[in-house]
């Protein structure tokens, strides 16, 4: 009898041991880290931030957008080719064809205003980094930007309207032949115009007035995706115009 009773009591003991832990487990508090400890920094799975020329004076300008924000309109492997291979290539080979010139502490446009006709490969190489320059400005990651007022105005007093100068666009560039930019930019008259030039020339070497605007039409900026159906190319490009680019321009007196 008296071994029933305690083992009766074991049973009981072991059972409010039991109990008691079961509470004091119950009451452990676990910290739950905060969410901004998983917040990290944005960036390119395809490096772009580590695209940097092998010396000065130029280095490569920074994106607006990550490769991976635009693919509605590009691939971010198309991206890092046009910009982290043939864009960075141009800038490279002019920074050593510009050493131990008095070009060296000139800017891209210092550069465009002063080469002169023999010296052919700095004007080709200037020119090609400052359009290239250009085109990334002149594309927004957003679909939303507009021409401001004054621009407005003068869009319609040239063109008549919004729509038909994106008709306009898209009917110059698909006509257009061989490698070169389309070039939206306000002549001496201060007009708006759009203007085609060849290979890597531009308003700047040509006198033909401030850019707001420039479309890459060389083959490397569309093929990869487009392949030759360069009317798609372009109105998927037409909404991402960067339209607030555009509008300090008009409003800057820098060329």
Same mark, same amino acid.
């Given at each position: 009898m008296?071994?029933?009773?305690?083992?009766?009591?074991?049973?009981?003991?072991?059972?409010?041991s039991?109990?008691?832990?079961?509470?004091?487990?119950?009451?452990?508090?676990?910290?739950?880290?905060?969410?901004?400890?998983?917040?990290?920094?944005?960036?390119?799975?395809?490096?772009?931030?580590?695209?940097?020329?092998?010396?000065?004076?130029?280095?490569?300008?920074?994106?607006?957008?990550?490769?991976?924000?635009?693919?509605?309109?590009?691939?971010?492997?198309?991206?890092?080719?046009?910009?982290?291979?043939?864009?960075?290539?141009?800038?490279?080979?002019?920074?050593?064809?510009?050493?131990?010139?008095? +070009?060296?502490? #000139?800017?891209?446009?210092? %550069?465009?205003?002063?080469?002169?006709?023999?010296?052919? *490969?700095? !004007? /080709?190489?200037?020119?090609?980094?400052?359009?290239?320059?250009?085109?990334?400005?002149?594309?927004?990651?957003?679909?939303?930007?507009?021409?401001?007022?004054?621009l407005?105005?003068?869009?319609?007093?040239?063109?008549?309207?919004?729509n038909?100068?994106?008709?306009?666009?898209?009917?110059?560039?698909?006509?257009?032949?061989?490698?070169?930019?389309?070039?939206l930019?306000?002549?001496?008259?201060?007009?708006?115009?759009?203007?085609?030039?060849?290979?890597?020339?531009?308003?700047?070497?040509?006198?033909?007035?401030?850019?707001?605007?420039?479309?890459?039409?060389?083959?490397?900026?569309?093929?990869?995706? +487009?392949?030759n #159906?360069?009317?798609?190319? %372009?109105?998927?490009?037409?909404?991402?115009?960067?339209? *607030?680019? !555009? /509008?300090?321009?008009?409003?800057?007196?820098?060329?």
């Amino acid at each position: 009898m008296k071994n029933i009773k305690l083992l009766h009591l074991a049973f009981l003991f072991l059972a409010l041991s039991a109990s008691s832990c079961g509470k004091q487990n119950d009451r452990i508090e676990v910290e739950i880290p905060k969410r901004e400890t998983f917040v990290v920094e944005k960036k390119s799975v395809l490096g772009q931030e580590k695209v940097k020329t092998k010396q000065g004076p130029f280095d490569m300008p920074a994106l607006s957008f990550q490769y991976e924000e635009i693919e509605d309109l590009f691939k971010p492997e198309d991206l890092a080719l046009h910009y982290g291979v043939i864009h960075l290539d141009y800038v490279n080979r002019l920074n050593t064809a510009i050493h131990n010139t008095p +070009y060296v502490t #000139d800017s891209l446009v210092g %550069i465009l205003n002063k080469v002169t006709p023999a010296q052919i *490969e700095i !004007a /080709n190489l200037a020119g090609a980094s400052y359009n290239h320059d250009f085109f990334w400005q002149s594309i927004n990651k957003n679909t939303t930007t507009s021409p401001n007022t004054s621009l407005s105005a003068l869009i319609t007093s040239s063109f008549g309207s919004y729509n038909n100068l994106k008709a306009e666009i898209t009917r110059i560039a698909v006509e257009f032949e061989g490698a070169g930019w389309l070039w939206l930019l306000v002549d001496h008259r201060n007009n708006l115009t759009l203007v085609t030039t060849d290979n890597n020339t531009n308003p700047i070497t040509l006198r033909l007035g401030k850019p707001l605007l420039v479309i890459d039409l060389w083959e490397h900026a569309y093929l990869p995706l +487009y392949k030759n #159906d360069k009317e798609k190319y %372009i109105k998927a490009l037409l909404p991402h115009l960067n339209w *607030e680019f !555009a /509008n300090r321009r008009l409003e800057n007196r820098e060329r």
